[in-house]
């Protein structure tokens, strides 16, 4: 396994979570990692990304103010930073890998067959 997501589970809509994204046999430095959201029934969406190398991020209009993306090289973590949720960000949540100077990988716009690496997600629930 090369991405592990943790940090989800059941809040209240209004309060916060933090996801964690931690990459074990390569360096998240090389690579953009994106975040998706899949609400149950629907596709995967990215949601957020941010390029290691020079820490440039990018927001989905849907989380934009309410969701904060950050990294650090040193314990090769993503870290995905929920404020104010809301029942509609319930689902699974992946972090994915990807050629860093791709901007459609940036702005959230590559095709999910673009990505190198997958989590297997981590499921957070937001009740209303």
């Known amino acids: 396994v090369q991405l592990v997501e943790s940090g989800g589970g059941l809040v209240q809509a209004g309060g916060s979570l933090r996801l964690s994204c931690v990459a074990s046999e390569f360096s998240l430095d090389n690579y953009a990692i994106v975040w998706f959201h899949q609400a149950p029934g629907k596709e995967r969406e990215g949601v957020s990304s941010?390029?290691?190398?020079?820490?440039?991020?990018y927001y989905a209009d849907s989380v934009k103010g309410r969701f904060t993306v950050s990294g650090d090289s040193a314990k090769n973590t993503v870290y995905l930073q929920m404020s104010e949720l809301k029942p509609e960000d319930t689902g699974i949540y992946y972090c994915a890998a990807g050629w860093s100077q791709s901007s459609a990988i940036l702005t959230l716009t590559a095709p999910l067959g673009d990505y190198d690496f997958w989590g297997i997600g981590t499921l957070v629930t937001v009740s209303s």
């Open positions: 941010i390029r290691m190398n020079d820490g440039s991020t």
